[in-house]
């Protein structure tokens, strides 16, 4: 059984920064691209960043140079460091696991995680 299961959201303010983890089980990591989405209330489901089994980064446009994903294919854990947080980052953060060949689709990913609140003060 696949499990993906995010950890670190939470209240922060402008400015600061905060770090998503997700720890994953039931399948086999290093083949696949891990992908954090996000959803604010009232929006669609917005790509943030990627990191594919190949080593590649993808970031959307709002994030790029503010956050930072990474993966530990040991550990079976990909992270999302997020600085210099703005109140429109608040959302949902998800994590998901795929292997399509556009990694900023929604669609391309197979597995999903239950999401974590992460809510930005200004």
């Known amino acids: 059984q696949v499990q993906l299961v995010e950890s670190g959201g939470g209240l922060v303010q402008a400015g600061g920064s905060q770090t998503l983890s997700c720890a994953t089980s039931?399948?086999?990591?290093?083949?696949?691209?891990m992908g954090w989405f996000r959803q604010a209330p009232g929006k669609k489901r917005e790509f943030v960043a990627a990191?594919?089994?190949?080593?590649?980064?993808y970031y959307g446009d709002s994030v790029k140079g503010r956050f930072r994903i990474s993966r530990d294919n040991v550990k079976n854990v990909v992270h999302l460091q997020m600085n210099s947080l703005k109140p429109e980052d608040t959302a949902v953060y998800y994590c998901?696991?795929?292997?399509?060949?556009?990694?900023?689709?929604?669609?391309?990913?197979?597995?999903w995680g239950q999401g974590t609140q992460v809510t930005v003060s200004s």
């Open positions: 039931g399948l086999s990591f290093n083949s696949y691209t």
């Open positions: 998901a696991a795929g292997g399509g060949l556009f990694p900023v689709q929604p669609s391309e990913y197979d597995y």
């Open positions: 990191f594919t089994d190949d080593d590649s980064t």
